[in-house]
């Protein structure tokens, strides 16, 4: 089976390419000239790339119509909140019109693979302490330029599904991390201060944002398995939360960095991590996407953090 990933260089996507190797399926992806290939290297001979634009149709319509994909994985994205306060016409571009050339690709070339879209929990947004964990039906309430451009992105495969009848599965992914995470994510970067502090490559002060928002947070290998059941087992149009259902204080995250680490450092907070407007809690409930597909984590968060030091000790 032929399976197309885009934002294969990335961080999840690397992830997804490898979990789908192991299952035999011939893996194309879509890179971009300036992408770096680092999460990938290991197993670049195993996949096929393609150079490929996502925001310009033609580039992505000429990709699909020469692999001719069973399966679409849609992970390209800006993904970074914070990078959205910045540059939100960039976000919303590439968000939205590269999710928009995906479909319309694959309406013109007449053809339906099964399509999942990574949807975020950033969708929810503002969430009042009566309504976690968060079911699929909560009210959208984002509260950065991410977090609408992945609403629209959510709504638009919805739309596409009951207009065109297009095989698109809706996942809303709550925070997923481990190894090859970007290093301007929170647990990443924290683990990465550890790491040069180890190496005494900076001095023992560790920098952060705001220590009180709670996520809940799954391992990166989970998600990626949880990614390819919705392609087996879910209903097309359907919208399903990913999730482990457990929420940790960031603060708690940190503590339990610092203890798998034999330094002693001081946490300072710098302002220029702090959000315009941040989501004080994600915890959700995956209780539909579990009835319908058997899944659940398998990987203890500890682990995750265990695992994604590591990483950052052997590159440093």
């Known amino acids: 089976m032929k399976v197309l990933i885009t934002g294969i260089t990335g961080f999840a996507g690397s992830h997804l390419s490898e979990f789908l190797l192991s299952k035999k399926y011939e893996v194309h992806g879509i890179e971009r000239w300036r992408s770096k290939t680092e999460n990938i290297d290991s197993f670049k001979d195993k996949i096929v790339l393609h150079e490929c634009d996502i925001k310009d149709y033609h580039s992505v319509k000429k990709v699909i119509e020469s692999v001719l994909p069973e399966k679409i ?3 390209a994205a800006q993904s970074f909140v914070p990078t959205s306060w910045n540059a939100p016409s960039e976000t919303i571009t590439t968000n939205i019109i590269g999710e928009l050339n995906i479909f319309e ?3 013109e070339l007449k053809i339906n693979p099964w399509i999942q879209i990574a949807c975020s929990s950033e969708e929810y947004g503002m969430v009042y302490e009566n309504e976690v964990p968060i079911k699929e039906t909560n009210p959208l309430r984002p509260l950065s330029p991410y977090g609408v451009s992945k609403v629209a992105q959510d ?4 739309q596409y599904h009951q207009s065109h009848n297009l095989n698109i599965v809706r996942t809303r992914t709550f925070n997923h991390e481990g190894p090859r995470r970007g290093e301007v994510f929170v647990t990443s970067n924290f683990a990465k201060q550890i790491a040069d502090i180890e190496k005494k490559k900076k001095p023992p002060v560790l920098y952060v944002g705001n220590l009180d928002a709670r996520r809940d947070y799954t391992d990166v290998r ?7 059941l919705a392609t087996e087992k879910c209903v097309a149009g359907e919208v399903y939360n990913i999730c482990s259902g457990r929420d940790w204080k960031i603060k708690d995250m940190l503590n339990y960095l610092l203890s798998l680490s034999k330094i002693k450092v001081e946490v300072k907070q710098d302002p220029a991590r702090m959000r315009p407007s941040d989501v004080q809690i994600l915890l959700g409930d995956c209780t539909k996407f579990t009835k319908q597909t058997g899944w659940k984590p398998e990987i203890p968060f500890e682990k995750t953090l265990e695992d994604l030091l590591n990483y950052w000790r052997e590159r440093i």
Request: aromatic residues 24%; glycine residues 6%; hydrophobic residues 60%.
């Open 73 to 75: 994985f849609h992970l």
């Open 105 to 107: 690709a694959v309406k």
């Open 155 to 158: 709504l638009l495969g919805y």
């Open 222 to 228: 989970d998600i990626v398995r949880a990614y390819w």
